[in-house]
Every structure is written in C-alpha cells, then in structure tokens.
C-alpha cells in the first residue's frame, strides 16, 4: 500500500532556530502534500496544501512566512518553521494523495517538535 | 465539506464489537464517508470509506443508513490496539482538497 515517510521522528531545538521536517512519498507520486499540526488532545487542525511545483496554499491564522513549505518534486515535501518559539511546539503531521489513490490520503508518522 | 457529529469516548470490553457512530446529516449525493484512527503519537490511519452501501474490510465494517445521515463504524472483535480516537469525515470521492478532521471519538478498549 502506499506509503509516506516523515522525518525526523521527533527534534528538540533552542529558541530562534530553525528545523526543517521532511515528508516523502515512497512507492507512489503525490501531486498534492497536507501539513497539519496538533496540539496535545487536540484535533489535526490543517496548516496548509502543497501542489508540485506551485506556491503552498496557507490556511486562516497560520503564518506563511514562519512555516516554510517547498514541494519541489513528486515524492517530497518539506515543512520549515522557522526562528522557532516555544509555543511552536506541537506534533506535525503530513498527509499525501497521489494520482491514483483511490483509498484516501496516505498519513506520515508525525514529528514531535519541542522548542526549548 | 459536510460536518459530522460523533460522541466524544466510548468504552469496549476485549473481544466485543465496537460500534462507532457518526452523524452527518447535511452530507451531499457525491460525498463520501471515510473513517480514520489514531494511536497516541502517530499518524492517523485509513480504516474504510463508503458512499451508499454497506463496506467491508480487514479492518472494519461500514454501515450507512439509506437516507446517509448517519454511519457506523463496527470494529468486529476489538483488541487492546484499538484504543485510539477514531475521526468519521466526510467529502467528495475526487480532487485533492484537505481533509478535515473533527474531535473525533476516543475509544478505550477494556481488558
């Protein structure tokens, strides 16, 4: 079945840095990457859609500039948060769709983001 | 996307039939209803999806009433690893717009 891999599984960084998270699609092309974040015994609340090759479509209230996200190729996406703060920490997770995914959207494993 | 309605716990004995409600009264003729899972700290996981009629996998069973305003998730012979809160969503078959997830239901699986 499809499959898409997340990593790093989790990343402690210091206050004002950067991380990076990457998303790919291992066995299947993904014209369109979700990014959502989730916040401890919350719902996944969507932060924003990648299409390859085009600009990320942001959702109300996330910032585009602090949240990075490049869909340069068919199997990866990446999410940038950028001069990360605490209140940055979360759970971040990606979901994929590729051409023929008649199932659904295909979920990565998540990445847990402390900011210290 | 339709909105659906799902209560928030729910609680299984090992061994019995979990049996997950959803309500989407105001679902469209194209939309379909998907259900997802996810265990503490991962990614969620497709379960089944359906339009109309009743579906059936390794995983799961998918009832849909016939006026589609409601579903139920039916887990057959549910095991410890099934604690997870279960998200019932509703949307078009086609496209490649977001999936949006409601509170969904935190299912405990008792020994």
């Known amino acids: 079945g499809a499959v898409v891999s997340q990593h790093p599984s989790w990343v402690i960084c210091k206050s004002g840095t950067s991380v990076k998270i990457e998303c790919r699609s291992l066995d299947f092309q993904a014209t369109t990457m979700f990014w959502y974040r989730q916040f401890p015994k919350q719902s996944l609340m969507l932060m924003a859609t990648?299409?390859?090759?085009?600009?990320?479509?942001?959702e109300q209230g996330v910032e585009k500039d602090k949240f990075l996200i490049n869909h340069a190729s068919l199997t990866l996406s990446t999410l940038t948060v950028t001069s990360a703060h605490p209140e940055d920490s979360s759970f971040y997770i990606c979901s994929a769709r590729g051409f023929e995914q008649g199932q659904g959207y295909t979920f990565g494993s998540g990445t847990r983001l402390t900011v210290v | 996307d339709a909105k659906t309605t799902q209560p928030t716990s729910m609680d299984c004995a090992e061994g019995r039939a979990a049996n997950l409600p959803c309500n989407h009264s105001?679902?469209?003729?194209?939309?379909?209803v998907y259900w997802y899972r996810q265990i503490h700290s991962q990614g969620p996981q497709y379960i089944i999806h359906g339009l109309k009629n009743n579906e059936t996998n390794e995983m799961a069973s998918l009832i849909i009433t016939e006026d589609r305003k409601s579903s139920t998730l039916i887990l057959p012979h549910a095991t410890l690893r099934d604690t997870a809160v279960y998200y019932c969503i509703v949307r078009v078959y086609f496209g490649n717009e977001k999936l949006t997830f409601g509170t969904g239901t935190r299912l405990t699986i008792i020994p």
């Open positions: 990648s299409n390859e090759g085009s600009k990320a479509t942001y």
């Open positions: 105001t679902i469209s003729g194209n939309e379909y």
